[in-house]
């Protein structure tokens, strides 16, 4: 069963901004962090960004740096990710991910093993 739900994905321009959206009402746990991956066409999943539950630390790729922003609405349970300056290669299907347990390793956890629920992705397109 599927307790995150993205949305907010679409078609835009090469410049424009979009923000997606990840409804963690249904997550069976309090997560430690939530996360952002996403999967261009033909390759794998990759790291966007990261914010810690509790504290609301983040951190995000060398892609995402300066163009997007994680953030979170503890009380409607949601995440977010604002997506500015997007260009073509921004284009792939985006995730949300979820982290129980606290994280023992050094700086953030970035790799998809080391979160336990997923969604099912929203596509972001960019055109030239």
């Known amino acids: 069963q599927v307790h995150l739900k993205e949305s907010g994905g679409g078609l835009v321009q090469a410049g424009d901004s979009l923000r997606l959206f990840c409804d963690a009402s249904e997550l069976t746990f309090r997560p430690y962090a939530m996360a952002w991956f996403r999967q261009p066409p033909g390759k794998e999943r990759e790291f966007v960004a990261t914010?810690?539950?509790?504290?609301?630390?983040?951190d995000y790729s060398n892609s995402a740096k300066e163009r997007f922003t994680i953030s979170k609405d503890d009380r409607k349970k949601t995440i977010y990710l604002q997506m500015n300056v997007l260009n073509p290669e921004d284009t792939a299907q985006y995730f949300c991910?979820?982290?129980?347990?606290?994280?023992?390793?050094?700086?953030?956890?970035?790799?998809?093993?080391?979160?336990?629920?997923w969604g099912q992705g929203t596509q972001v397109e960019v055109s030239a």
């Open positions: 914010i810690t539950w509790n504290s609301g630390w983040t």
């Open positions: 991910a979820a982290r129980a347990a606290t994280y023992y390793g050094s700086g953030y956890p970035r790799q998809k093993d080391d979160y336990d629920s």
